[in-house]
């Protein structure tokens, strides 16, 4: 074969080059980039820990992308082995087996759906599959707490089966937050008792809202929110027609122990039910408006940060007078 000059040469190589360049594009053109490039390792340290302590919450991370697309496949719930059932729509897929009524599994979408707006509302965005690379939420209903904690061991989460009616299940990798399950602790939001009491839906929307919470962060800047943020908000959001109600006592306890600032506050209501109230509070004083632009500023720089610049006060401050307040929730 007649050798190419020089010239004919590098002409060749360039027009390979752009061949190459247009079968990457065409490859990549439907991917979304990678959110974050590098995540602090304060960031990361804080996201693992989300396990710890009282919260409802297991972080993972991993240093590697998570490849596209990330639909339902690799679902644990899509095993045959498993033997769970799919109920499946748009935005949603529940998984559950046979001990666990259909009728249970319907509630339980229709709830999620009804969540939507409120989540929306109060947090500034609901995240739908488009928002997440084509991934519906994936909801474990189970029937009791031995399966319940069953799945949770099944993600490496079985370390919080004992003591929650619902759990959110996350990772984080340079590709940015991935929800991997909710799972529904059927002991408590199956008992006929609680369901009279909206159980499954305060349960449901709770854990909707940590979803919610963690996609909406920004990852790329050093990031550790105190747990009554995560925890509380979620309560306000899963809870939209009930304040929180203490005795003296607990009043008590709440000034003396909990400081807005520490990661998170020494007693399980104090994070739940007290970190509601901080956000009721902040609704009364700043008005629904002001509570979502605090949220708003505080995905990316942070309470102390979002606190001087939507209300003009210091973390202090505030705590100062929510705690001289706290009588309102007799």
């Known amino acids: 074969m007649k050798r190419l000059g020089p010239i004919a040469g590098v002409l060749l190589v360039f027009v390979l080059s752009a061949l190459a360049l247009v079968k990457v594009y065409d490859k990549g053109k439907d991917q979304k980039p990678l959110r974050y490039a590098d995540i602090p390792l304060e960031t990361i340290d804080w996201f693992r820990s989300l396990g710890t302590g009282l919260g409802d919450l297991i972080g993972n991370f991993t240093p590697e992308p998570r490849p596209f697309p990330w639909d339902n496949k690799g679902d644990y719930g899509q095993d045959p082995e498993t033997g769970l059932t799919t109920l499946e729509d748009d935005y949603f897929i529940i998984y559950f087996n046979s001990t666990v009524n259909k009728n249970k599994a ?8 009804a969540s939507i707006p409120r989540q929306e509302e ?36 079985a370390e919080v089966a004992g003591s929650s009616s619902g759990v959110t299940i996350s990772e984080l990798s340079p590709s940015g937050y991935y929800l991997k399950a909710i799972a529904l602790n059927g002991e408590y939001v199956l008992d006929p008792d609680r369901e009279r009491e909206n159980y499954m839906r305060e349960v449901l929307w709770h854990e909707l809202s940590h979803y919610c919470f ?32 203490f005795t003296d006592e607990a009043i008590e306890q709440m000034r003396a122990d909990c400081h807005l600032m520490d990661p998170h506050f020494p007693y399980t209501f104090e994070v739940y039910a007290g970190g509601q109230s901080i956000f009721c509070h902040m609704e009364d004083e700043y008005k629904p408006d002001g509570l979502k632009s605090f949220l708003k500023t505080m995905y990316s720089r942070g309470v102390s940060e979002s606190m001087r610049e939507n209300f003009s006060v210091t973390v202090p401050q505030f705590e100062a007078d929510w705690k001289t307040n706290l009588d309102k929730f007799k």
């Not at 319907?106 to 759906?113: N, R, V, Y």
């Not at 609901?126 to 707490?145: F, H």
Request: proline residues 7%.
């Open 106 to 113: 319907e509630k339980c979408q229709k709830l999620a759906h």
């Open 122 to 157: 109060i947090m500034g965005k609901y995240y739908y599959p488009s928002d997440m690379n084509g991934r519906k939420v994936p909801i474990y209903l189970t029937a009791n707490q031995e399966e319940y904690a069953e799945i949770l061991t099944q993600f490496d989460a």
């Open 214 to 245: 963690f996609a909406s962060l920004n990852y790329s800047v050093r990031m550790g929110l105190p747990m009554w943020t995560y925890e509380g908000i979620a309560e306000y959001v899963g809870i939209p027609d009930r304040r929180p109600r």
